[in-house]
Nanobody, 123 residues
Framework: QVQLVESGGGSVQAGGSLRLSCAAS????????MGWFRQAPGKEREGVAV???????YYADSVKGRFTISKDNAKNTLYLQMNSLKPEDTSMYYC?????????????????WGQGTQVTVSS
């Protein structure tokens, strides 16, 4: 059974940093792509970053140069380092893992989701 558990969210001032973590189980972690999505109230869920099993990474234009996705295969953990945070980054952030027929984004089909962790950035 796939389980994704996020942590690391919180409240910061603009310009600050946070690191999100996602502990994953139920997968051979090194063989899969993983991603981060976010959803603000009243808005659709949007992709933030994805990392493939070969280590290649892709980012939404809005976070390029500020966010970094990485994973530790030995710990089955996905990370999102967020720097230079802006108020518009305020959202619930979700860890995502692939499933057949899932939502396609940058070559990965996301069908499993964590419970989310809230990030709030104040100006």
């Amino acid at each position: 059974q796939v389980q994704l558990v996020e942590s690391g969210g919180g409240s910061v001032q603009a310009g600050g940093s946070l690191r999100l973590s996602c502990a994953a189980s139920g997968y051979t972690f090194s063989l899969i792509c993983m991603g981060w999505f976010r959803q603000a109230p009243g808005k659709e869920r949007e992709g933030v970053a994805v990392i493939h099993n070969d280590g290649s990474t892709y980012y939404a234009d809005s976070v390029k140069g500020r966010f970094t996705i990485s994973k530790d295969n030995a710990k089955n953990t996905l990370y999102l380092q967020m720097n230079s945070l802006k108020p518009e980054d305020t959202s619930m952030y979700y860890c995502a893992a692939p499933a057949p027929g899932g939502r396609a984004w940058y070559g990965c089909f996301f069908g499993y989701w964590g419970q989310g962790t809230q990030v709030t950035v104040s100006s």
